[in-house]
C-alpha cells in the first residue's frame, strides 16, 4: 500500500531533550516536506525536500532540522524541544519535485507535547 | 499581506442537499490550487487539484471552480451524504514557489 509512515504517534517529552520523528514513504517521491497544525492557525510548513541532500526552509524553522540522506526518509529533529512546540506534526511526500503539481500524500500525524 | 480565508465558522447541510464552501486569497498568484479532506486526528488527504488556467474541475460528486480574477475557489458537494461531514482545506501554490500553503480549513457537518 502507498504511503506515508510516520513514528511516533504520540509523544510527551521534557523541555530540551532532544527528539526526532522519523518519515518514511513507499512511493518513490522526490518532495517531501513536514508541516505543524495548530487550531486556527492551520497547516504551517516547516521544512521541505526536493531531492536526496536538498532541503529548505519552509515558514517556520525555527528550533527545527531536518536531513534527506536517502529518497525515502525525512526524519525531523528538535534538539532542544521546547513547550511552544507542542503541536500536531504531519509528513507529507508529492511525486514531482517542485511539490504542487500533484496532490501531497500525508502521513497519520505525531502529537507532541512538550511539559 | 497574504492571506488565504476559508470561512471558520461549521457549514451545516441536509442529507442530499449541494454543500459549497468558500476560498478566497489575496496577494497571491497562484498557479495551483488543491482541496484536501481532514478527519479528526488524521492527515488530510487529497481531493483535486485545479490550474489557474483552468475554472471547473470535476470528480465524481465533487467540483471545484477557480476564479483567478476574484480570486476565489469554490468547492462544491452534489448529494451530501453524512459520511462527507469532515474539514475540507484549500491549498494553493505560490507562482515560482515549491510549497504548498494551506488555509484553516471549513468543517462541514451534513445531518441525516
Known amino acids: 500500500e502507498a504511503q506515508v509512515t510516520q513514528n511516533p504517534r504520540y509523544l510527551i517529552t521534557v523541555t530540551g531533550k532532544k527528539l526526532t520523528v522519523t518519515c518514511s514513504q513507499n512511493?518513490?517521491?522526490?518532495?517531501m516536506s513536514w508541516y505543524r497544525q495548530d487550531p486556527g492557525l492551520g497547516l504551517r510548513q516547516i521544512y521541505y525536500?526536493?531531492?536526496?541532500?536538498?532541503?529548505d526552509k519552509g515558514d517556520v524553522p525555527e528550533g527545527y532540522k531536518v536531513s534527506r540522506k536517502e529518497k525515502r526518509n525525512f526524519p525531523l529533529i528538535l534538539e532542544s524541544p521546547s513547550p511552544n512546540q507542542t503541536s500536531l506534526y504531519f509528513c507529507?511526500?508529492?511525486?514531482?519535485?517542485?511539490?504542487?503539481?500533484?496532490?501531497?500524500?500525508f502521513g497519520s500525524g505525531t502529537r507532541l507535547t512538550v511539559v | 499581506s497574504q492571506k488565504i480565508e476559508q470561512n471558520s465558522e461549521a457549514l451545516n447541510i441536509q442529507e442530499g442537499k449541494t454543500a459549497t464552501l468558500t476560498c478566497n486569497y489575496t496577494?497571491?498568484?497562484?498557479?495551483?490550487l488543491q482541496w484536501y479532506r481532514q478527519d479528526p486526528g488524521r492527515g488530510p488527504v487529497f481531493l483535486l487539484l485545479?490550474?489557474?488556467?483552468?475554472k471547473e474541475k470535476r470528480k465524481e460528486r465533487l467540483k471545484v471552480t477557480f476564479d483567478t480574477t476574484l480570486k476565489q475557489s469554490l468547492f462544491h458537494i452534489t448529494a451530501s451524504q453524512p459520511a462527507d461531514s469532515a474539514t475540507y482545506l484549500c491549498?494553493?501554490?505560490?507562482?515560482?514557489?515549491?510549497?504548498?500553503?494551506f488555509g484553516a480549513g471549513t468543517r462541514l457537518a451534513v445531518h441525516p
Open positions: 507529507a511526500s508529492s511525486y514531482d519535485r517542485t511539490g504542487p503539481t500533484y496532490g501531497y500524500t
Open positions: 512511493m518513490n517521491h522526490e518532495y
Open positions: 525536500s526536493m531531492n536526496v541532500e536538498v532541503t
Open positions: 496577494n497571491y498568484s497562484p498557479a495551483y
Open positions: 485545479i490550474r489557474e488556467n483552468e
Open positions: 491549498a494553493l501554490s505560490p507562482g515560482g514557489y515549491n510549497k504548498l500553503i
